[in-house]
């Protein structure tokens, strides 16, 4: 699912011909702005084009801009006015303050994430012998972040995507990790090929796909650009979580906790099937917009 697939007709030039071929980037902003895009916005696209600092941008406004990356970052605006997510635009985003490369074969990484992130940190020793297993990575956000945080922990990521695959092994490389490593298949089953003593955790972490296809077709002016797979479930999007929460036991250690970021709306069905699992201790976060967001549970 590219990007590209909303370029429906080729970007319309923000400047008309007869107009300078050199422009200033005050002007940039001026056109941009009347054709919808954000000051910020074009602000943060200027920068990646141009490979300076915003605080640079807004210390030389006068600055020429050559053709080429006019050309570049009309295509660019352009694709912002098709709302498409600036990330995917920038092929960045910050993720618990790690700059991790992304494309629409991965979903963008959210600020509620690092929700389950902190809770992963919390429950589990800092200690060398952890051993993580992180379901759906995606762009890696989730493993990264406990690697960069916790070097001494082993830490597998899976996800049945092998284009996502290849976007978190890019991330790996760039942020230098060497405690993760990625095994593509669907759920848990990359980790049935491992010997039985190589298939126990100490944690089992997830942000697998949870929006009813419902949800999706109400919101998919925002979602439209993101990979269905990573987003929606079958069974009003607790197919996946039902899945992950009725394995798990069979990969975890005794004592071993099972963290879920779910649906604003699927609290109780998830901690209903964790204690239904055999699952203690459970209860639910919220994120940062007061949502019930992330599940935990402990293995007896
Ligand atoms: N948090 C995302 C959203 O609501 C969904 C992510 C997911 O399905 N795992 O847009």
């Not at 370029?7 to 919808?36: D, I, T, Y």
């Not at 700059?99 to 429950?123: C, F, G, K, W, Y």
């Not at 760039?174 to 100490?202: M, Y």
Request: charged residues 25%; glycine residues 4%; proline residues 5%.
């Amino acid at each position: 699912m590219k990007s590209s697939k909303s370029l429906k007709s080729p970007p319309a030039p923000l400047f008309q011909s007869g107009e300078r071929n050199e422009v200033q980037l005050r002007h940039l902003f001026q056109s941009s702005g009347r054709a919808g895009v954000s000051h910020l916005e074009t602000e943060v696209i200027l920068s990646h084009v141009l490979g300076i600092s915003r605080a640079m941008i807004r210390a030389r406004p006068e600055q020429i801009m050559n053709s080429e990356d006019q050309k570049r970052f009309n295509s660019l605006i352009y694709r912002r006015l098709q709302k498409e997510p600036l990330a995917y635009i920038l092929e960045e985003k910050e993720f618990w303050s790690l700059s991790l490369q992304v494309n629409s074969d991965v979903l963008i990484p959210r600020p509620e994430t690092e929700i389950l992130v902190e809770a992963v940190l919390q429950r589990l020793p800092d200690e060398p012998g952890i051993q993580i297993l992180d379901l759906g990575t995606g762009s890696g956000a989730i493993a990264l972040a406990l690697a960069v945080e916790r070097p001494h922990w082993q830490i597998i990521a899976t996800d049945k995507s092998s284009d996502a695959l290849a976007v978190a092994i890019e991330n790996a490389k760039k942020l230098a990790v060497t405690n993760v490593k990625f095994l593509c298949g669907d759920w848990f089953s990359p980790l049935l090929e491992r010997p039985i003593h190589q298939r126990l955790f100490h944690a089992v972490v997830s942000n697998p796909p949870y929006v009813s296809a419902d949800d999706f077709n109400l919101n998919q002016n925002e979602l439209q650009f993101e990979p269905e797979q990573a987003l929606i479930a079958g069974e009003s999007g607790f197919q996946d979580l039902r899945q992950i929460v009725t394995q798990a036991s069979d990969f975890l250690v005794s004592k071993a906790w099972l963290f879920l970021e779910h649906g604003y709306n699927q609290r109780e069905q998830v901690l209903f099937l964790l204690r239904k699992c055999g699952f203690i201790e459970t209860h639910d976060l919220k994120d940062l917009a007061g949502l019930d967001r992330v599940a935990i549970g402990q293995k007896l």
